[in-house]
């Protein structure tokens, strides 16, 4: 598996070739956002405990759209009791800005893409682990 930084690195650089349709590059994204990110947060030994539920109710998701591809891709972890799904509860959720720009996560941090290269302009919580 290859490292959360590259992951993020290469959804960042597709986001400029963003369309809605399921095109090669989407597809890739697409891979990116929905598995290979939420694997990598899975695979972080201690974020339940860190976020103070059981490792049981952890969720790792990501999404792209349903249907035609969104502008706007993400993956986000939670408590599965307490927020079943993205429009219900707290969670914590990585955003990719659409021009691949910038990458934020919710009370968590902002990562600025400079040179393929990541700067931390915030450093909060669940961010560090980076």
Same mark, same amino acid.
């Given at each position: !598996?290859?490292? $959360?930084?590259?992951?993020?690195?290469? $959804?960042?650089?597709?986001?400029?070739?963003? #369309?809605?349709?399921? #095109?090669?590059? !989407?597809?890739?994204?697409?891979?990116?956002?929905?598995?290979?990110?939420?694997?990598?947060?899975?695979?972080?030994?201690?974020?339940?405990?860190?976020?103070?539920?059981?490792?049981?109710?952890?969720?790792?998701?990501?999404?792209?759209? #349903?249907?035609?591809?969104?502008?706007?891709?993400?993956?986000?972890?939670?408590?599965?009791?307490?927020?079943?799904?993205?429009? #219900?509860?707290? +969670?914590?959720? +990585?955003?990719?800005?659409? !021009?691949?720009?910038?990458?934020?996560?919710?009370?968590?941090?902002? +990562?600025?893409?400079?040179?393929?290269?990541?700067?931390?302009?915030?450093?909060?919580?669940?961010?560090?682990?980076?």
């Amino acid at each position: !598996m290859s490292s $959360i930084r590259d992951d993020i690195g290469e $959804i960042a650089s597709l986001q400029s070739l963003w #369309t809605s349709k399921n #095109t090669v590059d !989407m597809q890739r994204r697409g891979l990116l956002v929905r598995r290979d990110g939420p694997a990598w947060l899975k695979e972080l030994g201690g974020l339940a405990s860190a976020i103070g539920i059981p490792s049981d109710d952890l969720i790792c998701e990501g999404s792209d759209g #349903t249907g035609q591809k969104t502008e706007i891709p993400w993956f986000r972890f939670a408590s599965r009791d307490r927020s079943p799904n993205a429009r #219900t509860g707290w +969670y914590c959720v +990585y955003l990719f800005e659409a !021009m691949g720009d910038t990458v934020s996560s919710s009370g968590a941090g902002l +990562y600025r893409l400079d040179r393929k290269r990541f700067q931390t302009e915030a450093n909060f919580g669940p961010v560090e682990l980076l």
